[in-house]
């Protein structure tokens, strides 16, 4: 299955064999501090920068049944984000994985997310749009 937007996403985790858990890691665009003239223009533009690892959380496919419930979610941190990188992690033996077997994952995200080794995950804007960064 081609995921294309958030509820293909949901569809896909719900049609798996084992239980999923989604894994996320909200980021925020920010400029380094040594960032050249060039930098910061682009970045004013929307270009460039680096994404900062702001929150992460995991949830079954049913507690966040639309990218609307995501957002609202999201909101409850008081976190401003940007981009938000999504993996999943599956059951075993038909029991979902809970959220100290999620802690790992989580982390190992943030990890490559810093590392810039993002082309494992799934990426939303803020604004739902599927985003291709990898």
Same mark, same amino acid.
């Given at each position: ?27 925020k665009a920010?400029?380094p ?17 680096t ?24 909101k409850?941190? &008081? ?6 990188f999504?993996?999943t992690?599956s ?8 959220s ?11 990890q ?5 080794g ?5 990426a939303?804007s803020?604004? &739902? ?6």
């Amino acid at each position: 299955m081609t995921i294309s937007n958030y509820d293909d996403l949901l569809q896909a985790a719900k049609e798996q064999a084992e239980p999923q858990l989604l894994l996320f890691v909200f980021t925020k665009a920010e400029l380094p501090e040594d960032a050249t003239e060039i930098e910061k223009e682009n970045f004013a533009q929307g270009l460039g920068g680096t994404l900062t690892p702001v929150v992460c959380v995991d949830k079954s496919p049913e507690e966040l049944s639309s990218f609307a419930d995501l957002l609202e979610e999201s909101k409850k941190t &008081g976190q401003d984000w940007d981009v938000v990188f999504v993996s999943t992690m599956s059951g075993h033996g038909g029991i979902a994985p809970n959220s100290d077997q999620a802690e790992q994952p989580l982390q190992m995200m943030v990890q490559a997310i810093q590392a810039g080794g993002i082309g494992s995950f799934l990426a939303f804007s803020n604004s &739902g749009e599927i985003l291709d960064i990898g």
